[in-house]
């Protein structure tokens, strides 16, 4: 009889579900994912059916069974990673009762704006983290206020990765980095803070239990096992927020090295010290214990780069190798071109809602080579302008491991590294945080050593080190970056109210 030494990791993406199967030595054995979509119901909103995840993840574990029916009885523990603040209603009998809210999701702005300037200081005291548009704490108080039949049937509000440990093991229980970025959390006292519940006045009862990252919360029901194919009994582990789970596969365990994710949205964390906090950023619990991770995420990272593709480049994607050479070719700042890369509201360090994309600079002789390097460009000065934040507090990487499909693109990690003045190492991901839920599956069941199984996983697939002729440039163009948005805070808001208000009179006169 084979003894258990097999761990599922599972990772609940915004548009992918990802499964993988790796051994005691932390090595993947086998892996797939299954796709979604989400849905913006109005401007500014993201909203996604929880059960598309699950369906997805139920694809997925048949299909490994049916592959390797062997590994059904070797399985020691599943964890589970996911997108980050989405909000899923669900009721005392598990029932989904409306479609989740989304981190993308912008319909709390006005909300965020204003609890920032009330009560912005003792939130980010105690929680780490300013109001923003994106946070949990923020959509429950708009569904009790524009959904109260929602509201009054809810018996948890859970995130994700929530969810679906939840539908595997009938606990709803929150791990303490996924509940670590809901601004009802405590950082210090790592739990829901009294204070910040009465302050945002909303009930501790909707909110779910918390546990340790590698903490066994219960086991895969026989209702699970019947859809999954993942054995009744298997123990369920916690597990992580998605950044933090991703963090610890490719090795951003220790405050020298930054973790940089590039995807739809962006982030780039620095594991430090469990009081290390700053008001514009980001700080919540690592998946590994007494450590924080502090930095930002950005709105429109990645998608900064797929509305270019979709935009101008439909001849050629803007990774296209010529299209690189000749934007390559280019004197840092493109001529003078600039971009906020605000195309959906910006999170940390600005967190405003209201902020929009801008090119700044543009002249007729400009094509789409200079939009494709201001975009690169205003990514990197996106992770900049958090780096420099976190300076401030004594954090200060040395070097950033990068994972994600925009490090295909080597002018982008070339002008990261130049902006930043730190080498990136592009990371063999062949996981992410998928992987990094097996490593905690697999530690929290018992079975192997989670620093262990990491140090034999993770390698560096390129390296690319700073230019030191081009840091004097974009020290300056920086400059000039950092100081537009101040300079437009207040027209994006006015030009949000007024296409609110242009919005509206066009469904009256045109509906009615």
């Known amino acids: 009889m084979n003894l258990p030494d097999l761990a599922i990791g599972i990772d609940i993406g915004t548009s992918t579900t990802k499964v993988v199967l790796a051994d005691a030595r932390g090595q993947i054995l086998w892996q797939t994912s299954a796709s979604y979509q989400y849905n913006c119901p109005r401007p500014r909103w993201a909203e996604q059916n ?20 062997g590994a059904v009885s070797r399985v020691a523990g599943v964890a589970v990673s996911g997108q980050g603040v989405g909000v899923v209603a669900v009721d005392h009998k598990g029932a989904v009762l409306r479609p989740a809210i989304l981190w993308l999701d912008q319909r709390c702005a006005a909300d965020s704006e204003d609890l920032q300037n009330r009560h912005g200081d ?3 005291r105690i929680s780490g983290k300013l109001p923003a548009s994106y946070n949990f704490d923020l959509r429950l108080r708009w569904i009790r206020q524009n959904e109260p039949e929602i509201w009054m049937r809810t018996w948890k509000f859970l995130t994700p990765t929530a969810f679906i440990t939840y539908s595997l093991s009938g606990r709803p229980v929150m791990n303490h980095s996924d509940g670590g970025i809901l601004l009802a959390y405590d950082l210090a006292g790592r739990r829901w803070s009294p204070e910040l519940l009465q302050l ?40 992580g927020e998605d950044t933090s789970a991703a963090g610890l596969a490719i090795g951003a365990l220790m405050p020298d090295t930054a973790q940089l994710s590039l995807g739809t949205a962006s982030t780039v964390n620095v594991p ?36 270019l593709r ?61 939009l494709l390097r201001a975009i690169l460009e205003g990514l ?33 990690c070339q002008i990261i590294a130049d902006v930043t003045g730190i080498p990136v190492h592009v990371m063999d991901e062949a996981g992410g945080a998928a992987l990094g839920s097996a490593l905690l599956a697999a530690s929290g069941s018992g079975f192997a050593s989670l620093h262990a199984m990491q140090a034999a996983h993770a390698r560096v ?52």
Not at 50 to 69: G, S
Not at 275 to 297: C, D, K, Q, W, Y
Request: charged residues 15%.
């Open 461 to 512: 697939r390129a390296a690319y080190s700073p230019d030191s002729s081009c840091a004097d440039a974009y020290q300056s163009i920086f400059g000039v970056y950092l100081d537009l948005y101040p300079q437009l805070k207040h027209l994006f808001v006015r030009s949000s109210s007024l296409a609110n208000q242009f919005s509206s009179r066009w469904m009256n006169v045109h509906v009615h």
């Open 272 to 307: 430090a010290a469990r009081n290390t906090m700053h008001p514009r950023l980001l700080a919540f619990p690592h998946v590994l214990p007494e450590v924080n991770l502090i930095g930002g995420s950005m709105s429109s990272g990645g998608l900064s780069i797929q509305w």
């Open 380 to 412: 990197a000065f996106a992770i900049q302008h958090n780096l420099s934040i976190a300076r401030t507090v004594g954090v200060a990487p040395s070097r950033l491991h990068a994972v994600g499909g925009p490090t295909r693109n080597t002018l982008l």
């Open 122 to 124: 003792c939130i980010a």
């Open 200 to 239: 945002l006045d909303l009930p501790e009862r909707v909110y779910c239990e918390l546990a340790g990252c590698t903490e066994p919360i219960g086991a895969i029901t026989s209702e699970a096992e019947a859809e999954t194919g993942i054995p009744a009994g298997v123990p369920v582990v916690a597990g």
């Open 50 to 69: 929880p059960l598309d995840w699950w369906k997805a993840l139920c694809r997925c574990t048949r299909a490994l069974f049916q592959d390797h029916p």
């Open 310 to 370: 979709q935009i101008f480049f439909d001849d050629a994607p803007p990774d296209d190798a010529e299209l690189v050479r000749k934007a390559a070719q280019l004197t840092p700042g493109g001529d003078g071109l600039i971009f906020l890369p605000y195309l959906a509201g910006e999170l940390q360090p600005i967190h405003d809602g209201f902020a929009r994309g801008v090119f700044f600079g543009l002249t007729a002789d400009m094509g789409r080579v200079h």
